[in-house]
């Protein structure tokens, strides 16, 4: 993780409620549908989320993603009190054909605007993942080199003067996911806005999808008032990461084993690449290590940091200690 205003995360090869007050019994049982098709049973996972949202922006429909969870139409008749959309300027349209890299239905629309556009969710207090997903193509009346764009969750600049077609096109993938960190104090809502650069004429900003999922407390964030220390080095200066701290994902690989993918995670849809020789920026001859057989037990870390194969295998030097010698890292 690394600290961010206009970060940008890497998309390699592969994809993929707080409750106000009701005054109708007719919008409370409307409550309770949203609420359960949003939080769905999770038991089997080490870790279970209190808020797992993912809005189709575009759709009209609900509809169930390929890893088993729902997915709410920001385009319905029926207004959701788990977020509301701002902008009537914005509109709702389809992309020309399914993307290469992935069949998830909510590639298939999108949101896009001239003007700001702004998601407001009612969230409860705590840290989240966002993931906004993107399918950069030619969208009716909407030219695919025009689209840059910044947006801003709460007080954070996530991207700025973004081009989702750029992006797309440097890492070789018609659609990717942009993945962040922070934190929803208490009473707050979470306003995710979506603003044209005023640098480009007739530019716009657009969304496919977008995705909140809480996580446990102090995950990646340092606990009030601890400081952590690097490693080996006890004299440098010890540093947090506090809720006043916005992150964004950057790499998370599985060193030496595959990709595993949001479904296999521990509960938090994390996406963990396994292509980690892309990664390596000099390496001699290693060895890859599996410790599928060896059972862990979880003391020190919860069991929801990780799966448990990313702690199964890795890469080593090896045993010959003439090429262990010769090995040097890169500068």
């Known amino acids: 993780m690394t600290n961010t205003n206009t970060m940008e995360n890497t998309w390699r ?16 049982s409307s409550f309770v549908h949203h609420l359960v098709l949003a939080v769905p049973d999770q038991s089997r996972y080490p870790y279970q989320p209190t808020e797992n949202i993912i809005i189709a922006c575009g759709s009209s429909d609900n509809f ?5 969870r729902p997915i709410l139409g920001d385009n319905s008749s029926q207004p ?3 977020f509301e959309l701002q902008n009537n300027a914005s509109i709702a ?22 003007s700001p556009f702004t998601y407001i969710f009612n969230l409860m207090a705590g840290q989240k993942f966002i993931r906004l997903y993107f399918y950069p193509t030619w969208y009716p009346e909407f030219d695919n080199s025009k689209a840059f764009f910044s947006v801003k969750a709460g007080s954070f600049t996530l991207l700025s003067n973004f081009s989702a077609s750029l992006t797309a096109a440097a890492i070789g993938q018609d659609t990717f996911f942009k993945e962040f960190c922070l934190n929803v104090e208490e009473g707050e809502k979470l306003n995710i806005t979506f603003t044209p650069s005023p640098d480009y004429q007739q530019a716009y900003a657009f969304v496919n999808g977008i995705e909140i999922v809480s996580m446990p407390t102090n995950l990646y964030y340092t606990e009030a008032p601890t400081k952590a220390k690097f490693l080996h080095r006890p004299t440098d200066p010890t540093y947090s990461i506090e809720n006043s701290t916005a992150l964004e994902t950057v790499y998370r690989v599985n060193i030496g084993g595959r990709l595993i993918s949001p479904p296999l995670d521990t509960g938090m849809f994390r996406t963990w690449f396994g292509s980690y020789t892309d990664y390596l920026t000099y390496a001699r001859s290693g060895a890859v290590a599996h410790y599928s057989s060896i059972p862990l037990t979880f003391s020190e870390i919860a069991d929801y940091t990780a799966p448990t194969e990313v702690y199964q295998t890795a890469m080593t030097m090896g045993l010959d200690q003439e090429i262990n010698a010769n090995c040097r890292h890169s500068k």
């Open 13 to 28: 090869k592969y994809l993929h409620a707080k409750i106000h007050p009701i005054l109708a019994l007719f919008c409370l």
């Open 93 to 114: 349209s389809t992309a020309p054909q399914q993307p290469r890299s992935s069949s998830e239905k909510y590639f298939l629309k999108a949101r896009l605007s001239y």
């Open 64 to 68: 169930i993603s390929q890893d088993k």
């Open 80 to 82: 959701s009190p788990l």
